[in-house]
């Protein structure tokens, strides 16, 4: 027997599936696992009603365990660290990973980093908005761990400075953190063509002290993105693939140095982006 809930929902489903706009049916918000039959049952209905849109859930668990209970109640999973406010944003990484192994490579990973303030939130946080830095640095370590989209959390809290809400809206202080979130926004659209078309290629790290790192090859060159989710500076070294050479020294954040045929990359505090490489002639 279908409930008025459900039913409601169904109806939902069938009067805005065919809407352009619509990305997924955003079916939990870190509902606990008592709550699996019900969310089951939703995504069924899901499944009956809409055949052309996913189902998506968003989890606070660091652990792959607990992701995998939900395996079979939705289509793409994400985690939501919001690390900014923390000693490092590692939180990211940690719960990208645990997003991976939990899905076992057979669902859509997606993440959902901060721009907002945890004071907006809570009385007795200072505000301290995510800088352009925080921002950048949690898209790359998303993209690093194995992420294939994302949802920055979140667009109505920028209007916002501290708590409580009602005390501190304003326009010109979304203008102002929106100059961050749409730099940052650009920077990560530009990547999509070689993240979605780039062939993955491993790595052979020889040393590291904390970084993140992935490559692909593109179009001629091999992308290597990089992320130091410390506030401290942080080196990585890699073996140079064969075949591959250093196209310049320094560039934008990180600074490279070859001893041989090793790599050792410099990442400034909380510093990330991408290092490219050229084929040898």
């Given at each position: 027997?279908?409930?008025?809930?459900?039913?409601?929902?169904?109806?939902?489903?069938?009067?805005l599936?065919?809407?352009?706009?619509l990305?997924?049916?955003?079916?939990?918000?870190e509902?606990?696992?008592?709550?699996?039959?019900?969310i089951?049952?939703?995504?069924n209905?899901?499944?009956?009603?809409?055949?052309?849109?996913?189902?998506?859930?968003?989890?606070?668990?660091?652990?792959?365990?607990?992701l995998?209970k939900?395996?079979?109640?939705?289509?793409?999973?994400?985690?939501?660290p919001y690390?900014?406010?923390?000693?490092?944003?590692?939180?990211?990484?940690?719960?990208?990973?645990?997003?991976?192994n939990g899905m076992?490579?057979?669902?859509?990973?997606w993440?959902?980093?901060?721009?907002?303030?945890?004071?907006?939130?809570q009385?007795?946080?200072?505000?301290?908005?995510?800088?352009?830095?925080?921002?950048?640095?949690?898209?790359?370590?998303?993209?690093?761990?194995?992420?294939?989209?994302?949802?920055?959390y979140s667009?109505?809290?920028?209007?916002?400075?501290k708590?409580?809400?009602?005390?501190?809206?304003?326009?010109?202080y979304?203008?102002?953190r929106?100059?961050?979130v749409?730099?940052?926004?650009?920077?990560i659209?530009?990547l999509?063509?070689?993240?979605?078309a780039?062939?993955?290629?491993p790595?052979?790290?020889?040393?590291?002290?904390?970084?993140?790192?992935?490559?692909?090859?593109?179009?001629?060159?091999?992308?290597?993105?990089?992320?130091?989710?410390?506030?401290?500076?942080?080196?990585?070294?890699?073996?140079?693939?064969?075949?591959?050479?250093i196209?310049s020294?320094?560039?934008?954040?990180i600074?490279?140095?070859?001893?041989?045929n090793?790599?050792?990359?410099?990442?400034?505090?909380?510093?990330s982006?991408?290092?490219?490489?050229?084929?040898?002639l």
């Open positions: 027997k279908i409930d008025q809930p459900r039913k409601t929902a169904v109806e939902y489903i069938n009067k599936k065919n809407k352009p706009a990305l997924s049916w955003y079916t939990v918000d509902l606990l696992p008592e709550w699996l039959p019900k089951k049952d939703m995504y209905d899901i499944d009956e009603n809409d055949k052309n849109h996913p189902a998506f859930q968003v989890h606070y668990y660091d652990g792959a365990r607990m995998e939900y395996y079979y109640t939705t289509d793409i999973m994400a985690t939501d690390p900014v406010g923390r000693p490092d944003l590692n939180l990211t990484t940690i719960r990208t990973n645990a997003t991976v076992h490579g057979s669902k859509g990973i993440s959902v980093p901060q721009i907002m303030d945890w004071a907006v939130y009385k007795d946080r200072k505000p301290k908005p995510p800088t352009l830095d925080e921002m950048r640095n949690q898209a790359y370590q998303a993209i690093i761990s194995g992420a294939k989209g994302m949802i920055f667009y109505y809290d920028l209007f916002h400075e708590w409580p809400r009602n005390e501190s809206f304003s326009i010109e979304f203008n102002e929106w100059k961050g749409s730099s940052m926004s650009k920077e659209s530009a999509i063509p070689m993240l979605l780039g062939k993955v290629k790595l052979t790290v020889s040393a590291n002290d904390g970084a993140v790192i992935s490559a692909k090859e593109h179009n001629g060159e091999l992308v290597i993105l990089l992320a130091n989710p410390y506030y401290t500076v942080k080196s990585i070294s890699i073996n140079i693939p064969a075949g591959w050479q196209a020294k320094d560039q934008d954040q600074t490279a140095v070859q001893t041989g090793q790599l050792k990359f410099t990442l400034p505090s909380i510093g982006g991408i290092y490219k490489l050229t084929k040898k």
